[in-house]
């Protein structure tokens, strides 16, 4: 069964970190393009970040260029987003999403999404 866990998400200060972490299970990660979208209340799900099978990631979201970054340990068939200098703006529900292809045609707010998402809270 393909299937996608998110984890570390939590309330943290502005300004703050928090790293993100989606585990895989089912099927080999690096296979295929990996995607990080998020989706605040009443609001449309807005890509952010993809990495490839190659390990190129593409950003999505200007908001958080410079701040977030996408990586991946294929040995933990994990990705990860680390995010950095938080705002509240960031506050939104992360998912992790798996493309159809290796590559990242387009963005993780299309990707299907096989995880269940994590909450992100940045507030002071």
């Known amino acids: 069964q393909v299937q996608l866990v998110e984890s570390g998400g939590g309330l943290v200060q502005p300004g703050g970190s928090l790293r993100l972490s989606c585990v895989a299970s089912g099927f080999i990660l690096d296979d295929y393009a990996i995607g990080w979208a998020r989706q605040a209340p009443g609001k449309e799900r807005e890509g952010v970040l993809c990495i490839d099978s190659s390990g190129g990631t593409t950003d999505y979201a200007d908001s958080v260029k410079g701040r977030f970054t996408i990586s991946r340990d294929n040995a933990k068939n994990t990705v990860y987003l680390q995010m950095n200098s938080l705002k509240p703006e960031d506050t939104a529900v992360y998912y992790c999403?798996?493309?159809?292809?290796?590559?990242?045609?387009?963005?993780?707010?299309?990707?299907?999404?096989w995880g269940q998402g994590t909450q992100v809270t940045v507030s002071s």
């Open positions: 999403l798996a493309a159809s292809e290796k590559a990242c045609y387009y963005s993780p707010a299309s990707f299907g999404t």
